[in-house]
């Protein structure tokens, strides 16, 4: 008997989608996840166990969520029931709920796979606690967001959260060969196209996939310059409104904290290529300036806000040039939070003390009645004193003295801190010593003005 045709309705295989065709039909074939799948590890011992706890699957786009659901459902003899978050309502759900309910009954259990899980509001994502619960469904949730802010605390305290990394250059050269073994061919790429490959598809495995199939009809050999043309570089994994921009400028932030100008460097252009806005770029690095640099070199709020004003006036790219020497001389900097913590510790103080007044002889006294009431009394002109410090006392009457402003021995406040030092021996060993001769003073007398010729009058 002579075989039958394939019906014309009939998909051949060499018609689906290369990532389709590759898709591991066990969890051994996954690539990249071993520290879950593994034999000893959490999963792997729940699938030896044939006993799966709800679980979210937190990764990068293209690294095996839904592969793993999948296999998961399989091995353990679970229904698989696939939903996306993005398409599905509170009507799919109480479907799928009451479908698994009839499951139970007859001993079957239900695996539902939930993708994009974080695209569920509050109240869908209440609406799985009664059934995760009581063991009607496994939840097997997948998402790209940091489930921390995207799914509420009562879903997540039902759930094991299992991270799954980005496809490294080893995973990602272990698909093509698989691609390569399914195609019956080697890609006609050169050695650096090969590796050009790999560094496009940015640890997405279902990328590197598509990408093959637009160039194994290519003729060899293909360099990386042909390869560029040929296909198009995967954007970047980078969201503006998401977990992707905090976790970018944080390291921008600690690299320039660390003093480390490369990794610095390196973060900027991540930023930058990921299309986040420049300007947030030029605020975030004008607070380091004032943050963690501060008085240790006093140029460096110059360096940041010039930086903004060039970026302001050039726009992209020329622009960015600035906000990245900014970014140099921040990390270059020698770094202090002197003036970050001297300045909460006052503010802790202001507020604890409330409306202390200045002590009087720090008062100017343009009036009569304000000289009588002792404003500006005994005041002591700094600069006219033999060593320019008079040692007096400027807080309020009542309030002891307090060490606010701890400067570090980094870049300029070394000096600083020599010439506090300087000045605490003097006000030590005699307040008065260091006062000079008031009367010398010219302006002292003058009825009618500030005894400070530095203030202005208070009605100016």
Not at 13 to 31: E, F, I, N
Request: charged share 25%; aromatic share 8%; proline share 7%.
């Amino acid at each position: 008997m002579s075989e039958q045709p394939p019906s014309l309705f009939e998909m051949d295989d060499s018609s689906r989608p290369l990532a389709d065709r590759l898709r591991p039909r066990t969890l051994a074939d996954v690539v990249g996840q071993d520290h879950l799948l593994a034999a000893d590890t959490p999963i792997g011992r729940m699938v030896d166990a044939q006993r799966l706890v709800s679980m979210i699957l937190w990764g990068p786009p293209g690294c095996g969520k839904t592969t793993i659901a999948r296999l998961l459902a399989k091995r353990t003899n679970l229904v698989f029931e696939p939903l996306s978050a993005t398409f599905s309502g509170v009507a799919d759900l109480r479907k799928v709920f009451q479908a698994a309910q009839r499951r139970r009954e007859i001993g079957q259990g239900t695996l539902l796979f939930v993708d994009e899980i974080h695209r569920f509001n509050r109240a869908q994502q209440d609406s799985f606690l009664p059934y995760v619960e009581d063991g009607t469904i496994v939840l097997v949730g997948a998402t790209t967001e940091n489930p921390s802010f995207e799914l509420n605390g009562a879903l997540l305290s039902r759930c094991q959260v299992f991270v799954l990394k980005r496809l490294d250059d080893a995973a990602l050269s272990t698909i093509i060969n698989r691609a390569e073994d399914t195609l019956g061919a080697l890609l006609p790429l050169d050695g650096n196209a090969r590796q050009a490959l790999i560094a496009m598809a940015d640890g997405d495995g279902r990328y590197l996939l598509n990408m093959i199939e637009q160039i194994q009809s290519l003729p060899a050999p293909v360099d990386p310059a042909t390869l560029a043309a040929a296909v198009q570089k995967r954007a970047p994994q980078y969201d503006k409104a998401q977990e992707g921009h905090y976790n970018l400028i944080s390291a921008l932030h600690k690299s320039m904290r660390g003093s480390d100008p490369d990794a610095a460097l390196y973060w900027l252009a991540r930023m930058l290529d990921g299309g986040e806005d420049p300007l947030f770029i030029a605020r975030r690095i004008t607070r380091f300036a004032t943050e963690d640099i501060g008085m240790a070199d006093p140029n460096a709020v110059q360096q940041a806000l010039a930086a903004w004003d060039v970026y302001e006036r050039l726009g992209s790219p020329e622009g960015e040039l600035a906000i990245a020497q900014a970014v140099l001389y921040l990390a270059t900097a020698p770094k202090s939070i002197g003036v970050y913590r001297g300045f909460n510790k006052a503010r802790t103080a202001a507020q604890r003390t409330g409306s202390l007044m200045p002590p009087a002889h720090i008062l100017n006294a343009p009036t009569r009645l304000m000289k009588d009431l002792g404003y500006g009394r005994d005041y002591q002109y700094d600069p006219d004193t033999d060593t320019g410090f008079s040692g007096a006392d400027y807080f309020p009457d009542g309030m002891p003295r307090q060490t606010f402003y701890e400067p570090t021995t980094n870049g300029y406040e070394r000096a600083i801190t020599e010439r506090l030092h300087h000045w605490a021996k003097l006000r030590t060993e005699s307040p008065k010593a260091a006062a000079g001769d008031d009367s010398q003073n010219p302006l002292s007398s003058q009825e009618g003005l500030a005894s400070d010729p530095h203030e202005p009058h208070p009605h100016q």
